[in-house]
Nanobody
Framework: QVQLVESGGGSVQSGGSLRLSCAAS????????MAWFRQAPGEEREGVAT???????NYADSVKGRFTISQDNAKNTLYLQMNSLKPEDTAMYYC???????????????????WGQGTQVTVSS
């Protein structure tokens, strides 16, 4: 049973930083692709960043230069370092994983088979 458990969300002021973590367990083989998505109230879930098993990364234009996705394979943990946070970054953030290679772009939710329960990030102005 694959499990993804996010942590690290919270409330910060504009310009602040947060680091999200996603602990993965239950895999027979490590996933090829892991990702962070986010969903604001009334909005569709959107991709934020992806990382391949070889370390290749991809970012949504809205977070390039501010967010960094990384993984610690020894700890089976995915991270999202978020700097220079803006009020528009406010959303529920979800960790996702799939056994296939990452989509050419960030991808859509249906590209990922496994999901965490989410962690809330709130940025105040």
């Amino acid at each position: 049973q694959v499990q993804l458990v996010e942590s690290g969300g919270g409330s910060v002021q504009s310009g602040g930083s947060l680091r999200l973590s996603c602990a993965a367990s239950g895999y027979t083989f490590p996933p090829h692709c892991m990702a962070w998505f986010r969903q604001a109230p009334g909005e569709e879930r959107e991709g934020v960043a992806t990382i391949e098993v070889d370390g290749s990364t991809n970012y949504a234009d809205s977070v390039k230069g501010r967010f960094t996705i990384s993984q610690d394979n020894a700890k089976n943990t995915l991270y999202l370092q978020m700097n220079s946070l803006k009020p528009e970054d406010t959303a529920m953030y979800y960790c996702a994983a799939d056994s296939r290679w990452c989509p050419a772009l960030i991808g859509k939710p249906y590209d990922f088979d496994y999901w965490g329960q989410g962690t809330q990030v709130t940025v105040s102005s």
